[in-house]
């Protein structure tokens, strides 16, 4: 596998490898990049469905999505879609995936599948260079602190989704979400401290109010979005991505209206977070 860098401290292409020949010491070469960099992204890629599926089941185990819609035909991939006439993308802002669980999900194996002539770009950013950033006053000052994390606001039947064109696409607006997690953790693989709060799901900090916990979560969410602490990607078919939810954000540019955009998500199982 060779590899290069897609931003100055997040990212990195991989060429060389097929994703559905990967196995054993090719695997765990490529854990362990997107475990440093954030995410990966594959070009090229022949990846069925099966494929997919298969590779996630190598990784370690899938999550199935909540509130997507689902593959009738592989019921484990959620469909990430936008129809021409519709205004509204899913994950059209910077977040986390599943920090709104008690153990969030490792990450996600995303596939091109139909993409518009032009736009839907995809962002990340890196948490590790995010938290590295800080001052050291603003790391004395979030030491030791939890916050609170849900998707209730989001996906429950009058959250945000709701008052869209998106809503009628998606499921599980019963569910009833809420995690508390340290606003530092360590990776569980590498030993890195990363900040773990992101605008879409983390509400206030324990023992605050949301008013309260506001200047200070605006504060590290603006120092996470530095320039060189970001990554860009341009899809094209034959793209596959894979970002770990620990290390990174991302977000879903939703510019290509009057075009249809699909794509296919498995979602990586993941482990008890801890500072």
């Known amino acids: 596998m060779q590899t ?7 990212g990195v292409e991989v060429s060389g490898i097929q994703l559905r020949d990967a196995k054993g010491e090719s695997m765990d ?34 999550d199935v999505n909540n509130y997507f819609p689902l593959n009738k035909d592989f019921p484990e991939i959620a469909l990430v879609k936008k129809e021409a006439d519709e205004s509204t993308n899913i994950g059209g802002a910077w977040h986390t995936d599943h920090s709104y669980d008690q153990i969030p999900a490792m ?5 091109a599948r139909d993409l518009p002539p032009s736009g839907g770009d995809t962002e990340w950013a890196h948490m590790g260079a995010a938290y590295d950033a800080l001052s050291d006053e603003l790391k004395a000052e979030i030491e030791g602190l939890e916050a609170f994390h849900t998707a209730d606001h989001v996906y429950k039947a009058d ?4 008052q869209t064109d998106m809503g009628k696409n998606l ?30 799901f983390t509400i206030h900090f324990v023992g605050q109010t949301r008013e309260q916990s506001l200047p200070l979560l605006q504060k590290l969410l603006d120092a996470a979005l530095e ?10 078919p034959g793209t596959v991505a894979i970002w770990d939810n620990r290390t990174s954000w991302h977000n879903a540019i939703n510019d290509y209206a ?18």
Not at 4 to 10: A, W, Y
Not at 159 to 162: K, N, P, R, S
Not at 227 to 236: E, F, M, S, V
């Open 171 to 200: 499921r599980g607006q019963d569910l009833k979400t809420g995690a508390i997690h340290p606003v530092v953790i360590r990776h569980p693989h590498t030993g890195r401290k990363l900040l773990y709060v992101n605008g879409g």
């Open 159 to 162: 959250g945000l989704y709701a």
């Open 4 to 10: 290069t860098p897609m931003g100055p401290k997040c």
């Open 107 to 111: 990450g996600s194996v995303l596939v």
């Open 258 to 275: 009057g075009h249809r955009r699909e794509m296919h998500r498995i979602t990586l199982s993941g482990e008890a977070l801890a500072a």
């Open 227 to 236: 320039a060189d602490n970001t990554c860009r990607l341009q899809w094209k």
């Open 29 to 62: 070469a490529i854990r362990n990049l997107i475990y440093e960099h954030g995410v990966a992204v594959f070009r090229d890629q022949d990846f069925s469905p099966q494929d997919h599926i298969e590779f996630g089941h190598r990784w370690g185990g899938i």
